[in-house]
C-alpha cells in the first residue's frame, strides 16, 4: 500500500505527463496554424485572410470542446476519472498523429482542409474532457491544505506541452529551409505524437482511481433505489451559479494566453515581418518560465487564497495587455522575449491556483461534469476565437491598440466573476452532496 505522500506524487506525474502528450498535441496545431495551414490548405487568399482562415479551423476544435466536456464529465461521473483519461489521451494522440498524413489542397483540393476540420473537431473533443479528468484525479487524491498547489502541476504540463511543441517547431527552422519545412517537415512533430501517446498510455495506465469517487460510488450502490438525475442536469439545476463563475473566470486567463502564444507568431511574422525562430524562441523561453511558476502560483493560492492570486493575475494582466505589443514592436530578440515572457508569468497568477478554485466549487457526484462543462463552455467565446479575432482586428485596423483593448475587456469580465465568488481555500471536497455557495 503506498503511503499518501507516495500516491499523490505518483498520481500528479501521470496527470501531468499525460497532459503534457495532449497539449503538445492541441499546440503543435495551434502554431501549425500560424506558421503552415495558411499556405498548405488554404493557399488562395492572401496572408492575413489565409491565416483567419487556418485560425478559424482552430476555433473549430474549441466549439468541439464543450461537448467533449459534457459527455466525458457525464462519464467520468458515473464510471470514474481513470478510465476517461486513457480514453482521451488515445483521441487525442490519434488525431494529431492523422493530421501528420493528411494530404494538402494542392493534392486533393478542398477535401483536404474538410479533413483537417475534421481532425481537428476530434482534438478539440477529446481535450474537452482531458482537462477535468486530469485535475481532479490530482483534487481528489491531494489534501485540502496543500490542494493549490499539487493541483497546478496538471496546468504546468499546459505550458510544458507548448514547450515540446515550440521546441520540435524551432529546431525544425533552424535545420530545414523555409521552403523543405512547408513541403513535408512540418508534418515530422505531428507523427512524433505517435510515440510520445504510448508513453503517455504506459504512465497514466498506472495511475490508481481517485478514492473519492470509489467512495462515492460505494454510497451509491448501498442505496440502489435512490433514484438520481444524471450528473450533467444536477450541474445545470443545482450549481448554474458555479458553472458561470468558472466560466468567466476563464475569459481572461484563456484570451491572453492565446493572444501571447499563437497570435503573436502572426504579429511577429506578418505585421513587423521578422523571422519566425524569433516568435518561436520567445514562447520557448516564455513556455519554461510559465511551466516554473505556475505551481507556485498555486502555492501561493494556498497561504492567501484562490481569489486574492486569481484578481492579482486579472488586474496585471488588463495593464499587461496595454505593454505587450509595445514591446514586440521594438523588433529585438531581449524585448519580444521578455513581452512574452512576463505574459505568461502573470497568465500564471490565473492558471496556477485555477483547478484547485474549480474542483472545490462542486461535489463529488457532479464535479468531473460542472469543472469541465465551466471550463469548455468558455472555451468558445474566449479561447477559440482569440488568435481570429485578434488578427481580424490587426486587419482591420493596422494597429495594436484594438487588440491590447479586447484583451482587457476580457480581464474585466473574469474580475467580476472572481470578486463575486466565494473563496474556496481549505475546502474538503470528500461532501459529495454539497453545493457551494456564491457571495452575494
Known amino acids: 500500500m503506498l503511503s499518501p505522500k507516495t500516491s499523490i506524487k505518483r498520481v500528479v506525474a501521470a496527470s501531468m505527463i ?9 499546440f503543435l496545431y495551434s502554431s501549425a496554424a500560424a506558421l503552415v495551414f495558411n499556405t498548405q490548405f488554404f493557399p488562395d487568399s492572401d496572408p492575413l485572410v489565409g491565416t483567419m482562415l487556418a485560425f478559424a479551423t482552430l476555433a473549430v ?105 515550440t521546441a520540435v517547431l524551432a529546431i525544425l527552422a533552424v535545420v530545414q529551409s523555409d521552403e523543405a519545412f512547408l513541403s513535408w517537415g512540418w508534418r515530422i512533430p505531428f507523427l512524433l505524437s505517435g510515440l510520445l501517446v504510448l508513453i503517455g498510455m504506459w504512465i497514466r495506465l498506472a495511475v490508481e482511481e481517485s478514492p473519492l469517487f470509489v467512495e ?38 484563456n484570451v491572453s494566453y492565446y493572444v501571447i502564444t499563437a497570435f503573436v507568431l502572426v504579429y511577429l511574422t506578418t505585421h513587423l515581418e521578422l523571422p519566425k525562430s524569433l516568435g518561436l524562441n ?28 486569481y484578481l492579482f493575475g486579472t488586474v496585471t494582466m488588463l495593464v499587461w495587455s496595454f505593454l505587450f505589443f509595445p514591446m514586440l514592436d521594438g523588433a529585438t530578440p531581449f524585448t519580444t522575449i521578455a513581452a512574452v515572457s512576463i505574459g505568461l508569468f502573470l497568465h500564471g497568477a490565473m492558471y496556477g491556483p485555477q483547478a484547485a478554485f474549480f474542483s472545490e466549487l462542486f461535489g463529488t457526484k457532479v464535479r468531473y461534469s460542472g ?45 467580476i466573476a472572481v470578486y463575486f465568488a466565494k473563496e474556496t481555500r481549505g475546502t474538503s471536497l470528500a461532501d459529495t452532496d454539497r453545493e457551494p455557495s456564491v457571495a452575494a
Open 216 to 253: 462515492a460510488a460505494k454510497k451509491a450502490a448501498e442505496q440502489p433505489a435512490a433514484v438520481e438525475k444524471a450528473p450533467i442536469v444536477a450541474v445545470f439545476k443545482n450549481s448554474w451559479r458555479q458553472v458561470l463563475i468558472a466560466m468567466g473566470a476563464r475569459f481572461a486567463e
Open 18 to 26: 499525460g497532459t503534457t502528450v495532449e497539449w503538445y498535441d492541441f
Open 282 to 309: 520567445a514562447v520557448l523561453v516564455g513556455s519554461a518560465i510559465h511551466f516554473i511558476t505556475i505551481p507556485m502560483w498555486g502555492w501561493l493560492s494556498d497561504v492567501i487564497g484562490r481569489r486574492t492570486v
Open 61 to 165: 476544435g474549441f466549439i468541439a470542446r464543450p461537448l467533449g466536456g459534457l459527455v466525458f464529465g457525464h462519464y467520468g461521473d458515473k464510471v470514474g476519472r481513470k478510465k476517461l483519461l486513457v480514453l482521451s489521451l488515445l483521441m487525442m494522440g490519434g488525431a494529431t498523429f492523422a493530421m501528420g498524413l493528411l494530404p494538402t489542397y494542392a493534392t486533393i483540393g478542398v477535401g483536404a482542409p474538410l479533413l483537417l476540420v475534421l481532425l481537428r473537431l476530434v482534438q478539440g473533443f477529446a481535450v474537452g474532457g482531458e482537462w477535468g479528468g486530469a485535475v481532479l484525479i490530482v483534487s481528489e487524491h491531494g489534501d485540502d491544505r496543500r490542494r493549490g498547489f499539487w493541483a497546478s502541476w496538471p496546468q504546468a504540463g499546459v505550458p510544458a506541452g507548448n514547450l515540446l511543441a
Open 371 to 415: 469543472a469541465s462543462i465551466g471550463y469548455q463552455l468558455a472555451s468558445i467565446a474566449a479561447g477559440g476565437v482569440a488568435p481570429l479575432i485578434a488578427t481580424a482586428l490587426l486587419d482591420g485596423y493596422g494597429t495594436s491598440l484594438p487588440i491590447s483593448i479586447y484583451v482587457a475587456a476580457t480581464c474585466v469580465v473574469t474580475f
